[in-house]
């Protein structure tokens, strides 16, 4: 590879990852700004009952995990985590994406936006260990042995 594409990689994670976390992030922040809302979200898609105290806290979970998927903290359990997450909102939601009449109705077509998002998901699941313009990545610098060359100045 050349070294601009291998400039360009990480640049383009951060891209994806940046934008995937802050998707999620509004997730996590309605839940804690609108319980209700989050509750009648749970009943109808998921088929559970969900009060204000676990709307709360599934709020503040989901925020952690958004934060690490935003920095890149533990990669490969934040994008998991992540890409499971939005993979049962894509499951939960197939009435909405196979419906026959569904892309009819108003509104409806905002649902096919589930599906690029789950590839963005897994693409960057998938290349996580090339993501390295994160929390992670500068751990791993910070760690790594000296090099011949580093031992050679």
């Known amino acids: 590879m050349s070294p601009e594409f291998d400039k360009r990689i990480p640049a383009a994670l951060l891209i994806l990852r940046f934008f995937l976390g802050t998707f999620l ?7 804690l700004i609108l319980p209700d809302a989050a509750a009648r979200i749970a009943g109808n898609f998921y088929g559970v009952t969900l009060t204000a105290p676990a709307s709360y806290a599934l709020g ?5 995990l958004s934060l690490a998927l935003l920095f890149g903290f533990y990669r490969t359990v934040s ?15 197939w009435r909405q994406l196979f419906g026959p009449w569904g892309l009819a109705k108003v509104g409806n077509h905002l649902w096919i936006s589930t599906w690029p998002t789950w ?21 791993q610098s910070r760690s790594a042995l000296p090099t011949d060359q580093a031992m050679r100045l």
């Open 60 to 64: 503040v979970a989901e925020l952690i």
């Open 119 to 139: 590839g963005g998901f897994a693409a960057l699941f998938l290349m996580r260990e090339w993501d390295t313009w994160t929390v992670d990545g500068w751990r």
């Open 79 to 93: 994008y998991g985590l992540s890409l499971l997450i939005h993979t049962v909102t894509v499951v939960v939601s």
């Open 25 to 31: 992030l509004q997730w996590s922040i309605e839940k």
